[in-house]
Structure formats: structure tokens, C-alpha cells
């Protein structure tokens, strides 16, 4: 019924950038709140960032100034721009949205499939 494709992941040298894309689509009649969660080797998947339908974003401290999540709503679109990387950044991202279905009476959790990206010299 929903899809969340996920795009962007790759690996990058410390200091480096990488931008990661999730686009939303199927029977949706409307997305809540749009985010990042990310799972290194061995340890739990944490939330990077998120972001509403106005826009009031949230971050993890350990990507404060150096990540900037944004969407856009009329494409049912996150973005996260990732500046600075380090290698403690390596994980899975993974996409999450809070989407209504069509005929729907409330937000279900959807996950994209996640995207790997790894940051190393």
C-alpha cells in the first residue's frame, strides 16, 4: 500500500557530505512526521532527526550543526543532508514516516529499507 524508497547512501571520507533521499508513495492521504533512524553493528536503532508536516525539526546531539533534515510536502519528500561526517556515523539509515491511508482513521509507521552509508578514510 506504501512505499518508502530510500536513496543516497555510499561511503564517504571523514569530513565529507552525503545527502540521503526518502520519497513516499501509494494510497496516502496524508504524512505526520517525516525522520532518520540509524543502526550501527551491534547496537540499537536510534533517531537521527525528524521533521513535521510544519516543518519543527528535531535532532539527535550527536548530529546537531552537522545534519539538516528537510522535506518537501507536495512530493511526500525527507531529505537529510549530512555535512561533517565522521566515522562514528556509520550505520543503516533508515526512513520513517507517520502516514494516514486513504479511508484511513489514523497515523501507521511505515520504514523504508534502509540505505548504507559508511563513513572511513
Known amino acids: 500500500q506504501v512505499q518508502l524508497v530510500e536513496s543516497g547512501g555510499g561511503s564517504v571520507q571523514p569530513g565529507g557530505s552525503l545527502r540521503l533521499s526518502c520519497a513516499a508513495s501509494g494510497s496516502i492521504s496524508s504524512i505526520h512526521a517525516m525522520g532518520w533512524y540509524r543502526q550501527a553493528p551491534g547496537k540499537e536503532r536510534e533517531l537521527v532527526a525528524d521533521?513535521?508536516?510544519?516543518?519543527?525539526?528535531n535532532y539527535a546531539d550527536s548530529v546537531k550543526g552537522r545534519f539538516t533534515i528537510s522535506r518537501d510536502n507536495a512530493r511526500d519528500t525527507v531529505y537529510l543532508q549530512m555535512n561533517s561526517l565522521k566515522p562514528e556515523d556509520t550505520a543503516v539509515y533508515y526512513c520513517n514516516a507517520e502516514i494516514m491511508l486513504y479511508m484511513g482513521t489514523h497515523y501507521l509507521p511505515f520504514w523504508g529499507q534502509g540505505t548504507q552509508v559508511t563513513v572511513s578514510s
Open positions: 521533521i513535521t508536516s510544519s516543518r519543527s525539526a
